[in-house]
């Protein structure tokens, strides 16, 4: 299995300019979700799936969109980026249906740039 | 409010031992999480209580004391991979169940 992947590791965004962050998994997980991670603040949940189809907002939703097609297939994706969005990215994955939470598998991160 | 707060930074020696400590403010608490994460890495899952105690794991153990609002992560016989970055998490019963309210991190440095 290769786990939780995300592409791409680095991105230089402009102000304005829009691009989806990919997140994969193929550990048959059925929750999946993205943070932010800021220097000097805790990791901060921005949407969450339960599941193909099912899609939630988390504490930091308003600028990103997701959407969950499959299983397998988590994208973020920035509308208009803003220098308030320079994070990093991490998708999770969990195999627990009941309380996922509990154990949550993270990608290795995307480095996002908003000039 | 919700509030978690752990030291920035910590040093310890090799085959020392170290407890970084965890204090948190919550409505209702749901359990609390110790996660590891190495520089420009990943977070990976260390740990889980819910209820009052001592879990151990290994060379790590975590603790928990609900009425004080307080945990500590205990690492034993540290090795030079250990150092990284302890971040503290907790559930509050309050909120969704899938959030975690998070501490920024306590970066440990290991010295030979």
């Known amino acids: 299995n290769a786990g939780v992947t995300q592409t791409p590791k680095f991105q230089v965004l402009k102000t304005g300019q829009s691009m989806t962050l990919q997140c994969a998994q193929d550990?048959?997980?059925?929750?999946m979700s993205w943070y932010r991670q800021d220097p000097g603040m805790g990791l901060r949940l921005i949407h969450y799936s339960v599941g193909a189809g099912i899609t939630d907002q988390g504490e930091v939703p308003n600028g990103y969109n997701v959407s969950r097609s499959t299983t397998e297939d988590f994208p973020l994706r920035l509308l208009s980026a803003a220098p308030s969005q320079t994070s990093v990215y991490f998708c999770?994955?969990?195999?627990?249906?009941?309380?996922?939470?509990?154990?949550?598998?993270f990608g290795p991160g995307t480095r996002l740039t908003v000039t | 409010g919700q509030n978690i707060d752990q030291p920035t930074e910590m040093t310890a020696t090799e085959g020392a031992i170290v407890q970084i400590n965890c204090t948190y403010q919550t409505s209702g608490f749901n359990g609390l999480f110790w996660y590891q994460q190495h520089a420009g890495e990943a977070p990976t899952f260390l740990s889980y209580?819910?209820l009052d105690g001592l879990e151990e794991k290994g060379r790590f153990s975590s603790f928990l004391s609900r009425s004080k609002g307080y945990s500590y992560l205990l690492l034993k016989e540290l090795q030079m991979k250990d150092s990284a970055s302890y971040l503290c998490?907790?559930?509050?019963?309050?909120?969704?169940?899938?959030?975690?309210?998070w501490g920024a991190g306590t970066k440990l440095i290991i010295k030979p």
């Open positions: 998490a907790v559930r509050d019963r309050g909120d969704s169940n899938y959030q975690l309210i």
């Open positions: 550990m048959n997980h059925e929750y």
């Open positions: 209580n819910v």
């Open positions: 999770a994955s969990s195999f627990r249906q009941l309380d996922p939470i509990l154990e949550q598998y």
